[in-house]
């Protein structure tokens, strides 16, 4: 896998933060927020992205796509609300709560099929597997939070998946890595 190199300049991370912001704000007013248009066409682009709220370090939701339908700057606005209003692990988030909200931004590279399980540099990698119906995805920064080394990680993911924790092991499972530009 080649190293991922889509990177942005300082304005276009702060303009993607702001918009999770504004999509949230919208969320808690009567009336919709009018959002800045993009400062640059690369916002055009068609990327997976996940938006992670946390609060107080804590996770607080995270949901993102895997692979980009829209263009960027508006799949941040729809992400930021799905992580903050409908992820189930959590309740939704609550008006008081906005200025304690730390947000992070995942843009992802294209999926890579992983040949041999050596491949995969946690840290480096985020995993995305399916079996049958079941799928599952762990950003690359997790791996790094937790400490998990390549076998720990890819146990996580399959439990992630709702599958056993070897599922990685079975022929079935398909396995697939990517990175993630993280800001």
Request: glycine fraction near 6%; aromatic fraction near 10%.
């Amino acid at each position: 896998m080649q190293d991922f190199s889509f990177t942005l300049t300082a304005e276009e991370k702060k303009y993607l933060k702001e918009l999770v912001k504004l999509a949230l704000l919208e969320e808690f007013s009567s009336r919709p927020v009018s959002y800045p248009s993009p400062p640059s066409a690369k916002l055009e682009e068609k990327l997976g992205v996940f938006v992670t709220l946390k609060k107080k370090g804590n996770l607080r939701g995270c949901i993102g796509q895997i692979v980009g339908q829209k263009p960027l700057w508006q799949s941040i606005i729809e992400m930021a609300k799905a992580a903050a209003f409908e992820d189930p692990r959590f309740t939704p988030v609550q008006p008081e709560e906005l200025e304690e909200l730390e947000i992070e931004i995942s843009l992802l590279s294209p999926l890579e099929p992983v040949k041999n399980l050596e491949e995969i540099i946690p840290g480096k990698h985020g995993i995305y597997l399916r079996q049958g119906f079941h799928s599952g995805l762990l950003l690359p920064q997790v791996a790094t939070e937790w400490g998990f080394g390549r076998e720990e990680f890819l146990q996580q993911t399959c439990l992630k998946a709702g599958l056993k924790p070897n599922c990685y092991l079975d022929p079935k499972t398909e396995i697939y890595i990517f990175q993630a530009e993280v800001f």
